[in-house]
């Protein structure tokens, strides 16, 4: 995300939205995505939301995290 929109509490928001979405048309199933393990804001980010690390890399020291949907 470009700087100036940064610390805004715009991610959050848009990943709240995303997920809302995908779980309303993907009921029961997972939500992958994968972050570099170094990019500690959004690892953070995506822990508050319910993503856990897989184990699994995409790339290296690019990790893999998965959502259930309910």
């Known amino acids: 995300m470009d700087e100036r929109f940064q610390r ?4 959050k928001y848009f ?3 995303l997920i809302l979405f995908l779980e ?6 997972h ?9 500690t804001h ?3 980010l995506y822990k508050q939301l319910g993503f856990i690390f ?3 890399f ?13």
């Not at 309303?24 to 199933?29: L, M």
């Not at 939500?31 to 990019?39: P, Q, R, T």
């Not at 995409?58 to 309910?70: A, L």
């Open 31 to 39: 939500i992958y995505l994968s972050v570099y393990e170094n990019n």
């Open 24 to 29: 309303n048309k993907y009921p029961g199933h």
């Open 8 to 11: 805004k509490g715009l991610g």
């Open 15 to 17: 990943m709240e939205k």
């Open 42 to 44: 959004a690892i953070r």
């Open 54 to 56: 897989t184990g699994d």
């Open 58 to 70: 995409y790339k290296p020291k690019e990790k893999i995290m998965n959502k259930r949907n309910e």
